[in-house]
């Protein structure tokens, strides 16, 4: 008895020492709905919400839509899929919870069916300006009949590694469309490059607008999903 | 042990009982909210707009409590970093610099992702020989650059002393194309009772709206691509 009082005022006057609790999250919906450019629903995705153990997956329903209930407070990756169309990607999204559900619109867009079949460029100088400029041409080659169209998307780096993963300059050259197979470019390059230095530069057929990305959290660079997986051969440059 | 002791500590036993049951640990338990890590990009371009190689040593500074930098690809990256709001800084001398208000931050799983901003070099610019004059409805600037790799001027008036390129009435630009500077501005505009205060900037080459940010604190949106050329002189 004597024993159990000295332990009960050990307890009192040691037993609490500061504990850290963390905070019970806010609970609440999700509501993402999956559209294509035309708006209209995707159905099929995947959507794999990264954040919390064990990893969350939902499929979009004929509508679009997809809902998690009950997810906690916190910040989560959510990650779309489906054959045929470009992996997108929102990292780092806000889940703040309460009564009233998430709403979170996405755009899936299929990827390109055209393949570059030939490339050229050279480095020509403006005889009025003094400026260089990157002239050239892209040739594709379409593999579906049903129209299409896009853009090409340009990588340049001074590394012969180039890709839309490893790249210094990336922009639009030109719109590529259904029943056009070449495509003649002229990029300006002032100030880009100095003289004397080495250009890479490839180019990728790709499809949705310039701001359809998302970060690459390792390098910091854009990517940009709806791109085919092949782009055209590398070229090189000698700056003049 | 005689009954009466048995009792007494049984009831001291019972007491001590009571008082934790009651007192328990709450009081000294600290509520922590949610924590996680938060990543972010600073993109560093010449004065002249051209992109630079190495993106290091930005300082990027959280709710003034948090400070880290940059590394060579322009990567920060914040750790146990609790949930709440945030103002973010980013300074680098010879920098315009930036700030990103009403982060909103959960905590969690995964980083936090505040994108990547940008930051030009600021003219490194001094004016010498400098000659304020008020000549009936105008004021005449002269002085000398020490160069001329940048070229635009921007002079902005008040009628306060403390005018700058974010608190000002009217802004002027001029294109600098030697370094002996002659400028005149006509201020017949401005009512003749009121005093007029003038300061002048020299703006980096490649600046563009891609460098501004919207300060909430001042209320106005902010371009700090510029050095200052003189502090506000009083014309009239």
């Known amino acids: ?161 180039v890709s839309p993963t490893q790249f210094k300059v990336t922009g639009l050259l030109d719109y590529y469309f259904s029943d056009v197979s070449s495509y003649d470019f002229s990029l300006p390059i002032k100030n880009l490059f100095p003289s004397g230095s080495t250009l890479y530069m490839v180019v990728y057929p790709v499809r949705g607008y310039e701001d359809y990305s998302y970060m690459d959290l390792s390098t910091g660079k854009q990517l940009f999903p709806a791109m085919n997986p092949q782009g055209s051969e590398v070229l090189s440059f000698l700056v003049p | 042990m005689n009954t009466d002791t048995m009792n007494r500590n049984n009831i001291i036993h019972k007491f001590l009982l009571l008082i934790l049951i009651i007192t328990g640990c709450d009081e000294k338990e600290k509520m922590v909210p949610l924590q996680g890590d938060i990543v972010g990009f600073v993109s560093l371009y010449n004065e002249d707009g051209s992109s630079r190689d190495d993106h290091s040593n930005v300082t990027v500074t959280l709710n003034e409590k948090y400070t880290v930098l940059t590394n060579e690809i322009g990567k920060f990256e914040f750790k146990n970093i609790e949930a709440g709001t945030y103002t973010i800084t980013y300074q680098k001398e010879g920098y315009s610099k930036y700030k990103k208000f009403n982060y909103i931050f959960a905590g969690g799983g995964v980083p936090g992702v505040l994108g990547t901003i940008s930051m ?8 010498s020989n400098l ?13 000398t650059l020490s160069s001329i790799k940048s070229d635009h001027i921007k002079y902005y008036l008040h009628q306060t002393s403390y005018v700058s390129n974010i608190d000002y009435g009217t802004s002027y630009s001029f294109i600098a194309e030697e ?58």
């Open chain 2, 179 to 236: 370094q002996e500077i002659m400028d005149i501005i006509s201020i017949s505009g401005i009512h003749s009772s009121m005093p007029i205060y003038i300061t002048a900037y020299i703006e980096s080459k490649g600046n563009n709206s891609n460098f501004n940010y919207y300060d909430y604190e001042l209320n106005s949106s902010v371009n700090s691509a510029m050095t200052q050329l003189f502090e506000p002189v009083q014309v009239r």
């Open chain 1, 1 to 161: 008895m004597i024993r159990n009082i000295k332990f009960l005022s050990l307890l009192l006057v040691f037993g609490c020492g500061e504990q850290e609790i963390i905070q019970i999250p806010l609970q609440g919906s999700l509501e993402g709905i999956v559209i294509g450019y035309g708006l209209e629903p995707i159905e099929g995705v995947t959507i794999t919400i990264e954040g919390k153990d064990p990893l969350i997956v939902r499929t979009s329903d004929s509508n679009g839509k997809f809902t998690v209930d009950d997810l906690e407070t916190g910040t989560y990756n959510l990650v779309y899929t489906k054959p045929g169309y470009g992996t997108f990607k929102m990292l780092g999204y806000s889940f703040v919870g309460g009564s009233i559900p998430a709403k979170l619109n996405t755009l899936m867009v299929e990827l390109p069916n055209v393949n570059i079949v030939g490339f050229n460029a050279q480095i020509e100088i403006d005889s009025y300006f003094g400026d260089a400029a990157l002239n050239g041409s892209v040739l594709i080659e379409h593999l579906e009949q049903e129209y299409e169209e896009g853009h090409f998307r340009y990588y340049i780096s001074n590394s012969p590694d």
């Open chain 2, 131 to 143: 000659v304020i004059k008020l000549e009936g409805e105008s004021v005449r600037i002269s002085g």
């Open chain 2, 120 to 127: 030009i070099g600021v003219p490194d610019v001094t004016l």
